[in-house]
């Protein structure tokens, strides 16, 4: 199996690469270990930004979106008992944010890709990446058998626990990082959203954020110190 590019990885960076290597007559195989109706339900981020609004429309992708999205033009920041509008259009020239989910995303995408011709090989493990330097090859495992692709360059989008990241040669490898001691709660709840837009607010017991999907659906996320205490209520 051959193709100028090897993407390992069908989530929102390496699908959206394979695209737009197919718009410029550059050919693409994505690898991807989960199946295709996983990688469309799996709930992750909701607001898109205005410029991978623009790119997914400008690339033939954003019709779904600019249909269903919600478009706000500004947030509310909430701290010392008091709301702050801040108003994107005005302060931007008229740009703002879409509420739409990022599993969305991943829908039009796909669609996308196998409507142009595009292969992408669903349930595939990708095992290890070899002659990186030379011939570069990726073996996977499909279906019980192992399988060798090989292509001109590789393009790790398989995120921070993948087998790329890993395969790039500790001299060569450079990271930029900051972690922040802070842990993550999600909440997702089918019930209309209490704010036409998203609203941040920050409190000495930490962060929370009031955002959504769609009109019915919202979604509450919670930045705590370690060993947070959650009181019911």
Same mark, same amino acid.
């Given at each position: 199996? *051959?193709?100028?590019?090897?993407?390992?990885? $069908?989530?929102? !960076?390496?699908?959206?690469?394979?695209?737009?290597?197919?718009?410029?007559?550059?050919?693409?195989?994505?690898?991807?270990?989960?199946?295709?109706?996983?990688?469309?339900?799996? &709930?992750? !981020?909701?607001?898109?930004?205005?410029?991978?609004?623009?790119?997914?429309?400008?690339?033939?992708?954003?019709?779904?979106?600019?249909?269903?999205?919600?478009?706000?033009?500004? &947030?509310?920041?909430?701290?010392?008992?008091?709301?702050?509008? &801040?108003?994107?259009?005005?302060?931007?020239?008229?740009?703002?944010?879409?509420?739409? =989910?990022?599993?969305?995303?991943?829908?039009?995408?796909? =669609?996308?890709?196998? !409507? $142009?011709?595009?292969?992408?090989?669903?349930? =595939?493990?990708a095992v290890r990446l070899a002659e990186i330097d030379a011939q570069p090859k990726i073996i996977f495992q499909h279906r019980g058998a192992t399988q060798e692709l090989q292509c001109d360059f590789i393009a790790g989008c398989?995120?921070?626990?993948?087998?790329? *990241?890993?395969? &790039?040669?500790?001299?060569?490898?450079?990271?930029?990082?900051?972690?922040?001691?802070?842990?993550?709660?999600?909440?997702?709840?089918?019930? !209309?959203?209490?704010?036409d837009e998203l609203i941040y607010t920050y409190h000495e017991r930490g962060f929370a954020l009031l955002s959504m999907r769609s009109p019915v659906v919202k979604k509450k996320f919670e930045n705590t110190r370690p060993a947070?205490?959650?009181?019911?209520?």
């Open positions: 199996m *051959r193709a100028q590019i090897g993407i390992v990885g $069908a989530g929102l !960076a390496g699908l959206m690469l394979s695209h737009l290597l197919h718009q410029q007559g550059i050919d693409s195989i994505v690898l991807e270990v989960h199946s295709r109706e996983y990688i469309e339900s799996r &709930i992750r !981020a909701g607001v898109l930004e205005q410029g991978t609004v623009d790119l997914l429309t400008q690339s033939g992708v954003g019709a779904r979106l600019l249909r269903e999205g919600l478009t706000h033009h500004g &947030i509310e920041l909430r701290f010392n008992g008091a709301g702050h509008r &801040i108003n994107f259009a005005d302060l931007t020239g008229g740009k703002g944010i879409t509420i739409y =989910a990022q599993h969305e995303v991943i829908k039009d995408l796909v =669609a996308a890709r196998l !409507a $142009a011709g595009g292969q992408i090989i669903f349930e =595939a493990e398989d995120g921070f626990h993948g087998i790329c *990241r890993s395969a &790039i040669p500790a001299g060569k490898l450079q990271i930029h990082e900051r972690v922040y001691p802070f842990g993550w709660l999600g909440i997702l709840a089918q019930v !209309a959203p209490a704010s947070p205490r959650f009181d019911a209520g």
